[in-house]
């Protein structure tokens, strides 16, 4: 299995999906474009995963976004498996053609998300409720074709799925207690008191067990999405 990855900034990597990733053995490559714009062949890969960041899926004033969206798309036509995470997803939407914009609420912290109840062999199960972490401001309108997998108060669009291998998560599984620090260390600006906006400290308290349960769920997706890919070739 053949992964690679896109990193729109230095303190939103792979988190707990690196060790998953390595101890299968699986072959792991990446885009830091940060550093370089880099991108493999299509071919050259099973599954993209997809990272998140503080800028917006519409801020193609950089010069990388647009190469990376029409790359996010030849990797979804040529039916590789895809994950985007958090800015991620909203890169999967925005590079099909749906909306990306800003949400009546930003959400971040620890925040409930209620799985939709869905039909289909194919569709990845969200639990009926759980907690994920959250950081973003913007949204996005479902791909065409998409199946909204969850749902939270803040936020109508959590999750989708299109076809059988391409899912978008606008929460956080992968979070480590050092990932969460990194991302407070370099965004604790957005911290302003909100409704669905936690403090630093609550942030911080997070128990090992909720870290645990959200990379289990994360562990479980990566599951469905490689042995997906697997079925397929």
Known sequence: M????????????LGYIAPWLQARGYEITG????????????????????????????????????PEKLFIRRCIEAG??????????????????ARVYRNPEKEIGWFPVHGVSSHGRSLFRVPPLFTAFHWHGDTFDLPPGAVRLARSEAC?????????????????LEMTPASTQEIIAHCRAE?????????????LAASPETYRETNDLMAQLLSFLTTTRSGQE
């Open 2 to 13: 053949r992964v690679h990855y896109l990193q729109h900034v230095p303190f939103e990597g």
């Open 80 to 97: 590789k498996a895809v994950l985007g995470i958090c800015l991620g997803a909203q890169l999967i939407a925005s590079a099909l053609g």
């Open 31 to 66: 885009t830091r474009f940060f550093a370089s714009a880099t991108l493999p062949e299509v071919h050259d890969l099973d599954l993209l995963i997809i990272m998140g960041g503080p800028m917006s899926a519409n801020d193609e004033e950089l010069p990388w976004l647009r």
């Open 191 to 203: 911290l302003s008191p909100a409704r669905y906006v936690q403090s630093e400290a609550a942030i």
């Open 156 to 172: 109508e669009n959590q999750a989708f799925q299109l076809g059988r291998s391409v899912i978008g998560l606008q929460f956080h």
